[in-house]
């Protein structure tokens, strides 16, 4: 398929060269880093992680995501933001959630952040812009099991986390 850089092999799940990515930095150090990320699953020693080998919940890889549009720190879930009468008024607004110790530096957060917009931008997700008219700023990644039994998407902006997954044999 031709050279990709990171970038566009993530954006274009050219997951072969992720997985040879992983190789090169060591399977124990990116499973190092999904639980400071805030992954508990069993993720298994083979880097074929990169093609979805672990089973890790939709609640855990969300849960995993908010340490990109917080840079590196891994947000406590919300449940609820604010409660308002019908009129308006605030009857409820919470704290904004507090970041857990941050599981890898800005400088690593500004690249992820800017290798998962390109997925949005010209990759696997480019149908949010070109379909949706999604124009704010946006990030996130899709990703399918054989024979696309599974199929999942993450996204983030920069104050909201979401996923969504449909699969099942």
Not at 3 to 23: D, E, F, Q
Not at 76 to 88: A, H, K, L
């Amino acid at each position: 398929g031709g050279y990709y850089s990171i970038k566009g092999a993530l954006a274009r799940s050219v997951n072969t060269v992720i997985a040879w990515v992983i190789n090169q930095v060591g399977v124990d150090r990116v499973i190092s880093m999904a639980r400071k990320m805030g992954i508990e699953s069993n993720i298994p020693e083979v880097a074929s992680i990169a093609l979805g080998t672990a089973e890790i919940s939709l609640y855990e890889m969300v849960k995993a995501y908010t340490t990109f549009p917080n840079y590196g720190g891994p947000a406590t879930f919300q449940d609820i933001v604010s409660i308002t009468d019908r009129n308006g008024k605030v009857l409820y607004k919470s704290e904004r959630p507090e970041l857990n110790e941050p599981a890898y530096t800005e400088d690593a957060a500004y690249y992820m952040v800017d290798m998962l917009q390109e997925v949005i931008n010209s990759g696997t997700g480019r149908n949010l812009r070109a379909n949706y008219g999604i124009t704010s700023p946006l990030g996130g990644k899709t990703g399918t099991t054989q024979n696309n039994s599974d199929g999942w998407f993450i996204g983030f902006t920069p104050t909201l986390v979401a996923g969504a997954w449909v699969g099942a044999d």
